[in-house]
């Protein structure tokens, strides 16, 4: 299997099951999921704020999902530098969730294990792109 063909194994599972199931998650219960990552009740305008969230996920999952089956590394690379350039982002907005409540929960250990997982796939995939090695 090549790294190509590994990438969009890595997408798919993370458009399916990351993000439409904590989007659909977002979107029907965001109370359970902030709960996930601290016991503090959540006044119902920033739950309602959750449910953006999840329709973003599902969006981006949608926009991932379409572009896949294409199999054109042209058409996927500007999508996995602007997930890449989300990891990034997400990194600091991690770091920023930690600074308000240090708390090394489940749940936030295994977003902080993904998002550095991916950041990693992203980057060599990206690197091996525009050197052309795929």
């Not at 399916?16 to 996930?36: H, S, W, Y």
Request: proline share 5%; glycine share 4%.
């Amino acid at each position: 299997m090549s790294y190509s063909q590994f990438i969009r194994y890595v997408l798919t599972f993370e458009a399916i099951v990351l993000n439409a199931g904590t989007g659909l998650l977002c979107l029907a219960a965001p109370a359970f999921f902030v709960g996930q990552f601290t016991d503090q009740t959540v006044p119902p305008v920033p739950l309602e704020l959750i449910r953006w969230y999840g329709v973003l996920l599902w969006v981006l999952t949608f926009f991932v999902l379409r572009i896949l089956p294409a199999r054109d590394n042209r058409l996927l690379a500007p999508a996995v530098e602007a997930l890449l350039f989300g990891d990034l982002v997400h990194l600091v907005a991690i770091y920023l969730f930690y600074q308000a409540l240090p708390e090394w929960s489940f749940s936030f250990i295994i977003m902080l294990f993904f998002t550095c997982t991916l950041a990693i796939l992203r980057s060599v995939w990206v690197y091996r792109y525009h050197t052309q090695t795929l």
